[in-house]
């Protein structure tokens, strides 16, 4: 980029990217909260503020290049934040939910079927030891740890 | 799958008191058709995510089974599950 002392800095563009970044990588943390974690508002909302920042960049880099800088890293930006976006959307919408249909399972009113595991002391536990000594149990199944 | 030697050093940190199984070869986790499989480390085979609650006799009163990874069973549900094997069972 030459001779562009006098144009103005495109803070647009540079905020609206980081608005994109924060919400491509920010769900590890919103996870932590079942409302943010079931459906991703908090993301969507940060990836929403960034590409309305980064049009709005867009138009100025174009619409008065005289003005603004960034007809091309604007461009570079705003290809990325589409990107962040598109990846996040298909991971979200598509790869978290090819959950095996799990049709065989155990149902509501069946017994539950009898096993018997190591517990984390290496102790063999059956699951009727555990419905034997309790009002009710919680069967959890989940994927290293969470 | 964890082992169990992993689950006693996870249980610890993280202080939870109640009982943590290990299931290496899958076995559980097939009878109650849960295996995703391939989805874990390395291309292994590991559950999909599944919550049961099951009463005093045995018997399976709730059973969450999500459609998303991410989305998990909410303490409130879980408690609601409870209050439900309070009450006799309806069938």
């Known amino acids: 980029m030459s001779t562009t002392g006098k144009k103005s800095w495109n803070w647009s563009l540079w905020i609206g990217f980081l608005f994109a970044l924060a919400g491509f990588l920010s769900y590890t943390f919103f996870a932590q909260f079942p409302i943010t974690r079931d459906f991703p508002w908090a993301n969507l909302l940060f990836f929403a503020v960034g590409g309305i920042l980064l049009v709005l960049g867009l138009f100025r880099a174009f619409g008065k290049p005289q003005v603004y800088r960034g007809k091309i890293f604007g461009a570079i930006l705003a290809t990325l934040g589409i990107l962040m976006f598109a990846f996040f959307s298909y991971v979200f919408f598509y790869v978290l939910r090819q959950v095996p249909p799990s049709t065989g399972a155990p149902r509501v009113g069946q017994k ?19 419905v034997g000594r309790s009002k009710a149990v919680a069967l959890i199944f989940y994927r290293g740890f969470w | 799958m964890d082992t169990p030697e992993i689950n006693r050093r996870q249980r610890q940190k993280l202080g ?16 109650y058709d849960l295996l ?3 989805a874990g ?28 990874i991410a989305v998990r069973a909410r303490p409130e549900q879980v408690l609601e599950a409870f209050e439900l094997t309070e009450q006799p069972a309806s069938r």
């Open chain 2, 16 to 31: 939870y008191t109640y009982t943590f199984l290990s299931d290496p070869k899958v076995e559980v986790i097939r009878r």
């Open chain 2, 41 to 68: 480390p390395k291309g292994t085979d590991i559950a999909r995510p599944a919550e049961f609650f099951i009463d005093s006799n045995g018997i399976i009163r709730w059973v969450n089974l999500t459609e998303n």
């Open chain 2, 36 to 38: 995703h499989h391939g």
């Open chain 1, 112 to 130: 539950a079927p009898e096993f018997t595991l190591s517990n984390q002391d290496g102790k063999e536990v059956s699951l009727s030891d555990l």
